[in-house]
């Protein structure tokens, strides 16, 4: 594996040519000549070899870097970048004839004198506009590329200001630079595969999310997942606010550049990274259902302080308030901002015993059946993207979710499930073989039943009937052909 980019033979050339290794040397033969064990004509060999070859370094080797350079063309734009400069010019060129027709007409200059100089622009735009539409330097892929490193250097720019703003917190700086800086060198690298991969990487959960998930469930050490699901948190709403203001960039910049193709491409790859975002916060959504409106809440004071700070800078520009008010409020505000930088703390669901008796399917079940049923369930830990049910096995237990949210899939079509809920009952209960995928979407802890386990507790609960009731019909399955109204007919 590669820690940084492969570097082009004609830069190595110049790299070892230019590589000016004199003072290296000079300081090696110090050490040489200063030795008291070393021979004084060894010493005296030594000295001279080193003055040369410093002398030769810093006379032939620095006096002709330049001419090296030269010769092997680094001085020159390669012809792709030659052929896309060809075609900024013509872009921008058709920017300015628009800007300067709407202050021409804002200033109500003369007509003739108007009417010249766009006639003497024009020639040069046509000009522009030729020699890039001539231009077949520049490979599908290449611009396809070059749009992606602009796009993930936009959505740089974009992660600064918004943290200038305050709408992204310092906590979160340095994890969304990082994966833009990756996002950047992935396309730089590989193009459209390593912007891919750079993007997956961004939102997929890494060994330290598995190991934190190990610890709750092993240990029962919750404070590192819950850290760790609170930053995450966080973090993908920051991205979702950051990826949906590049749509606009894409269409207003880079397709009058490089092409409505290529802006095609972008939008595509643009959209799944937006569409992986929102599958994964829902995930999140599901497992903690109101810590996600706890943040936005957060985010939409942290806005509005901001917003206000930037009211008063106003107004002490235009001289309506004085210094002294002005450093009273930003005080104040100051206050303000400080109590809405808090982050809101994120609880992690308790172990199974207390899980059972939470669950509202189990509402209606006494204490002692309450105690049977939590030695009768199986504790199950599942990664995000790991598959649960396959459409080729058969399910024999019923799967509650105590924590983390699980997707469905069956004849085209799919459900999200968060806690609370269960899978697995229509494959038990039905009379035909149902073809259905279950499949983690956020690390869940799951409580699994056998069938006939499963059975015995459908007898003697409503609730539960109810639930399942109201799962058939939500996936448009006849309850009846699950349950009747008498449990001895289930």
Known sequence: MRVSPAVDGPYRVAILWGGLRGAVTLALALAVTESVSVPGEIKRVVGILATGFTLFTLIV????????????????????????????????????????????ENYELSRDIVRSEAKRFGKRLDKAVKTAEESVDILERDRVTLGLVALAGHERDTILARMRERTISARMADQVLSDADRLIEGAQSQGRRGYQLAARRSVAYGRAFRAAVWLHSRLHLSGPLARMTADRFEFLLSQRLILRDLNVFIHGRIRRIHGRQV????????????????????????????????????????????????????????????????????????????????RPRLLIAPQRAELVGQFPLFADLDEAALKRLGGALRTRYANAG?????????????????????????????????????????????????????????????????????????????????????????????????LSDDPEDV
Do not use: C, N
């Not at 942290?302 to 210094?323: C, F, K, Q, V």
């Not at 009379?431 to 459908?458: G, V």
């Open 263 to 342: 802006a095609d491409v972008l939008h595509d790859l643009l959209s799944r990274r937006i569409e992986a975002v929102e599958t994964a916060l829902e995930g999140l959504r599901l497992q903690y259902p109101g810590y996600a409106d706890q943040l936005e809440r957060r985010f939409i004071r942290r806005t509005a302080l901001r917003l206000e700070e930037r009211e008063y800078t106003t107004m002490l520009e235009d001289g309506l308030i004085g210094s002294e008010v002005f450093t009273d409020l930003m005080k104040a505000l100051g206050d303000r901002r400080a109590a809405a930088e808090q």
């Open 386 to 482: 790991e598959v649960i049910i396959r459409k080729t096995s058969v399910v024999k237990s019923v799967f509650f979710i105590a924590s983390g949210a699980v997707e469905l899939q069956s004849a085209g079509q799919s459900w999200r499930l968060g806690g609370g809920e269960m899978f697995g009952q229509m494959a038990i209960l039905m009379q035909k073989p149902r073809r259905a995928e279950a499949r983690a979407i956020a690390p869940s802890t799951l409580l699994t039943l056998d069938e006939e386990r499963f059975r015995q507790l459908l007898d003697g609960s409503e609730a539960l009937r109810k639930a399942v009731r109201a799962s058939a019909e939500k996936r448009g399955i006849d309850p009846g052909t699950l």
């Open 61 to 104: 080797q620095g006096a002709t870097l330049r001419t090296v350079i030269g010769w092997l063309g680094l001085d020159r734009l390669s012809p792709m970048d030659q052929a896309l400069s060809r075609q900024v010019v013509a872009v921008a060129l058709q920017t300015v004839r628009e800007d300067v027709a709407r202050t021409s």
